[in-house]
Structure formats: C-alpha cells, structure tokens
C-alpha cells in the first residue's frame, strides 16, 4: 500500500536551486529503489535520477552534475537536489518506486506520487 508524495517545487531564476522531497508516511522507503522522473507539456516522461535500495544511483545524462539524489533515512525521505537549473528543467516532477535500472524507463515503475512543478524562467 506504498503511497508517495512529492514536494518542494516552486519557480526559480536559471542557475538557482531546489530541493524536491519524496515521502511515504506509513512506509519505509530504504526497502524501495525510488526513481525521479520529469514531463513538461507536449513531451514524454522522462528518467531523471533513480537510487536502489542498496545505495546504486543513477543519472540522466542532461542532468549529470547538476542533480544529485540522497535518502535521508531518519526522515523517511528521498530527495532531489536541483543546481544550476536551466529553462529546459522547467516540468512536473514525479518520484516513483521502485525498479531503479540504467535506462530509466517509467514503465519499471509501478507507484507514483502526485508531482511537483519545477519552472525556471527570468
């Protein structure tokens, strides 16, 4: 019965920063890989970052040293760490559970959270 919820998101100028969370009151989110996925409109889903539940991250290659992802387990949290951020970032982004594989496709997920909007705009 794994339910997430995602939040953080808000409107930033090109070159700032976010911190999205992923939550799941009720459940353990350590036993989960958690993946980050993003759409903007008229575009498909697209993989962002994911991390197994043994620690493995990955990465999109648009997003390579700008995003990192963490758990912070005494919360209960996964988080997305947005630097740098650029026009093109702007979307809806969602985290998922829990099939974290190296081509970060969204139909290895199976739960999904509501989404949280991310725009970067001047």
């Known amino acids: 019965q794994l339910q997430l919820a995602e939040s953080g998101g808000g409107l930033v100028q090109p070159g700032g920063s976010l911190r999205l969370s992923c939550s799941a009151p009720?459940?353990?989110?350590?036993?989960?890989?958690i993946g980050w996925f993003r759409q903007a409109p008229g575009k498909e889903r697209e993989g962002v970052s994911c991390m197994s539940s043994g620690g493995r991250v990955l990465y999109a290659d648009s997003v390579k040293g700008r995003f990192t992802i963490s758990r912070d387990t005494a919360k209960n949290t996964v988080y997305l760490q947005l630097d740098n951020l650029k026009p093109e970032d702007t979307a809806t982004y969602y985290c998922?559970?829990?099939?974290?594989?190296?081509?970060?496709?969204?139909?290895?997920?199976?739960?999904w959270g509501q989404g949280t909007q991310v725009t970067v705009s001047s």
């Open positions: 009720g459940s353990t989110l350590d036993y989960y890989d």
């Open positions: 998922a559970a829990d099939s974290c594989r190296s081509d970060l496709q969204a139909s290895d997920y199976d739960t």
